[in-house]
């Protein structure tokens, strides 16, 4: 049986005997210079690794000795990697980089110019075992692009985790500090895996005695858990905390008691955990409090706490997802409103942290307007990988190719080529200060992540926060081959299911650009005719569907959110004929008769969408029965019947949708399609 609890890092024995051998030839000695925390890590994970992978205990020994040996160490801990004259290098690779190379004797190195490199390093190399990776011409330099590379959990101090579909919260508030659970190292251990270094360990929505003595004293034990392992502790701070745990009567950013309290809770954090990675603030979004509050800008707010945490070196990430029902101005395009005249007035200790799209984690969104144009201020990307609005844990999709056409969109801030990724990583202005956030997916399920598939999910952001460019297949073939198999016959067809599987979901659920057409609240199924509440979280705002057409008109004659594009884009989503048909109703309100590429309809291309998603599941689901037997017996039947269930609720979709557009449509189903089947 295998419940997927460890995740990519099995270290299962490799079968191919021939390969195996050739490994423990090449890998007959092991010297790993330094003593460090980190190092004690780096050299535990290649002993779990190595004695899985080659079924072999494995010593280390004290001197790089005679015969093929395996040598890792930084040039101070090190005088055999001194002697290979890599500083230069190793210095361009920055503090957290790495080569995996040859020496003169043809021995395995691995340098890095920290322990923490050392540690990266070796994941790395265990991957290369894993994915039964020649060890021949080794010549690997990897740098992270990203700087803070960080997990936000929203998860609540009473165990719940909003928007989370594995289970509660995995810290044990109520066993803390004096119990750690040895699932936080394990935690540790896959996120350094893939290059993530800082966690955000509390929701967004955030509650303030999460800074009282006796919760701090629980973040502290987590803190020593993570340190060895690259990984910095942040949390939420809620805004009004110094009225609700400090007895003050405002949390006005401009009353000095205000100020001296964060400034003491600061101080007092840092006490504890002296390298605490600072706060994230959700401030004056969906009642959340702020400096709004007291009449002050999101800058006043953030300052305030970057100046308290400043000293001690730590940052504020600023949430830039901020909107009002009370504003009469399209949904998408307040934040860019709010933020771009601040620009220039953040401290440069913060980071204004940014969704990957202006309205809200949607299965297909246009990239935000703010990546671009906030030159002076360094934006960090946030992306969602728990599936609020793909089908929690329970929907196979792949969010690689989604992060992935993100952060290549070009903006042409500063001509073409000014990609998001760009923005993020610094290059386009110069900033020192980069991160990217991921709304995590993982809970207290055996396998981590409720859907098996959903672990890749983890994988691919951790990946992508690393090196941006690294493309959605290359990171799928390395989740499967170390999550599953190394057989090309079980490779191939599901990494193509995988690729294709975001597609679908946009297919059965929000094509053509629609969007937040879900069900209210739970953002589960459809829910294309919600119509009551607040007007900004109901379906009709956004489809706008009536006799005429569908689609919200934010082009020059409707609401003008394109005027927030830099030109051409803004010229591009302003035309109907130009705009990606990705985006069409997101930007237009379109006529039912009006004819896309393929020569159909609007109509029709709609049902045509509807019903491929719902086709491709099937696909999918064959696919999956072609792989039966690669895997264990546990995980096959998991993913197929999870499979059954995303067909059966993404014809719901298509159905649902369907029928509540045709009666605005007037226009029959075209006859090659059957009828819905949930009236
Ligand atoms: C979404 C989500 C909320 C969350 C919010 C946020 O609206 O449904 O649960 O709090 O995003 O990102 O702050």
């Keep these: 049986a295998d419940d997927g609890y460890r995740l990519w890092l099995r270290y299962d024995k490799i079968q191919d005997e021939d390969l195996r051998q050739d490994y423990l030839h090449q890998l007959r000695q092991i010297h790993y210079a330094g003593s460090s925390a980190r190092i ?3 050299k535990e994970e290649l002993q779990r690794g190595i004695s899985g992978l080659l079924a072999q205990k494995i010593t280390f020994s004290d001197e790089p000795g005679n015969g093929p040996t395996l040598i890792a160490g930084t040039p101070e801990s090190s005088p055999h990697i001194r002697s290979m004259e ?23 190195a691995i340098a890095a110019s920290r322990d923490i490199g050392l540690l990266y390093g070796t994941f790395h190399f265990l991957r290369l075992l ?21 997990l936000n959990h929203w998860f609540n101090l009473d165990g719940t985790a909003e928007r989370g579909y594995a289970g509660g919260a995995i810290w044990q508030w109520e066993q803390l500090p004096d119990y750690k659970d040895p699932l936080y190292t394990d935690y540790a251990r896959a996120n350094a895996s893939v290059g993530i270094n800082g966690t955000v360990l509390n929701n967004v929505n955030s509650d303030a005695l999460i800074l009282t003595e006796g919760y701090l004293e629980k973040v502290k034990a987590l803190a020593d858990v993570f340190r060895p392992y690259g990984i910095k502790v942040y949390l939420s701070a809620r805004f009004s905390a110094p009225i609700e745990i400090g007895n003050l009567s405002t949390a006005d950013p401009r009353d000095p008691e205000v100020r001296r309290w964060w400034e003491k809770k600061a101080n007092e954090i840092y006490s504890r955990i002296p390298d605490f990675g600072g706060f994230l603030v959700k401030a004056n979004s969906e009642g959340q409090p702020g400096p709004q509050d007291y009449n002050r800008s999101h800058a006043e707010g953030a300052n305030m706490l970057a100046k308290a945490l400043s000293p001690h070196g730590g940052v504020v990430m600023w949430r830039a997802f901020v909107y009002s029902n009370e504003e009469p101005e399209d949904r998408v395009k307040q934040a860019y409103n709010e933020f771009t005249p601040l620009d220039g007035e953040f401290r440069d200790n913060v980071l204004v942290q940014v969704k990957n799209g202006p309205l809200d984690f949607q299965p297909r969104e246009p990239f935000h307007p703010l990546f671009g144009a906030m030159p002076e201020t360094p934006l960090m990307m946030e992306f969602q990988i728990t599936q609020e609005y793909l089908g929690f844990a329970t929907h196979l999709t792949y969010q690689a190719p989604l992060y992935e056409e993100v952060l290549d969109a070009d903006t042409y801030a500063k001509g073409e080529g000014s990609y998001v990724r760009k923005v993020i990583d610094g290059s386009l202005d110069d900033k020192q200060l980069t991160g990217m956030a991921g709304v995590a997916n993982i809970g207290t399920d055996r396998n981590w992540t409720g859907h098996p598939f959903a672990q890749a999910n983890w994988y691919a952001y951790g990946r992508l926060a690393w090196n941006p460019e690294l493309g959605s297949e290359r990171i799928a073939e390395e989740w499967i081959s170390m999550t599953f198999s190394n057989k090309e016959a079980f490779i191939e067809p599901v990494k193509e299911m995988m690729l294709a599987s975001r597609e679908i979901a946009v297919d059965y659920r929000t094509p053509l650009g629609l969007h937040h057409i879900m069900g209210y609240g739970s953002h589960y199924g459809p829910g294309p005719w919600v119509d009551e509440g607040r007007a900004d979280w109901t379906s009709v705002y956004y489809h706008r569907a009536d006799s005429s057409g569908i689609g919200f008109d934010r082009s020059t004659s409707g609401s003008n959110a394109v005027s927030q594009y830099h030109p051409p884009v803004k010229q591009q989503f302003n035309d109907i004929e130009k705009v990606p048909e990705k985006y069409l109703l997101w930007f237009h309100h379109v006529e039912w008769d009006y004819e896309l590429d393929s020569g159909r309809t609007l109509w029709e291309g709609l049902v045509h969408h509807y019903y491929s998603g719902v086709d491709s599941i099937r696909r999918m689901q064959d696919t999956w029965e072609s792989v039966e037997g690669y895997i ?18 993404a014809a719901f979709w298509r159905d649902a949708c369907v029928l509540y557009f045709q009666q605005f449509s007037g226009r029959p189903i075209p006859d090659a399609y059957p009828e819905p089947d949930h009236p």
């Design 40 to 42: 004690e890590k780096a």
């Design 86 to 108: 890599l500083q230069g290098e190793l210095r361009s690779l920055g503090e957290d980089g790495y080569l995996i190379t040859r020496d003169r004797q043809n021995n395995i």
């Design 130 to 150: 894993q994915s039964q990776q020649s060890l021949q011409d080794l010549d690997i330099k990897s740098a992270p692009q990203i700087q803070l590379r960080v």
């Design 632 to 649: 264990d017996e546990q995980r096959y039947t998991h993913v197929a019947r999870l499979l059954e269930i995303q067909e059966k609720e």
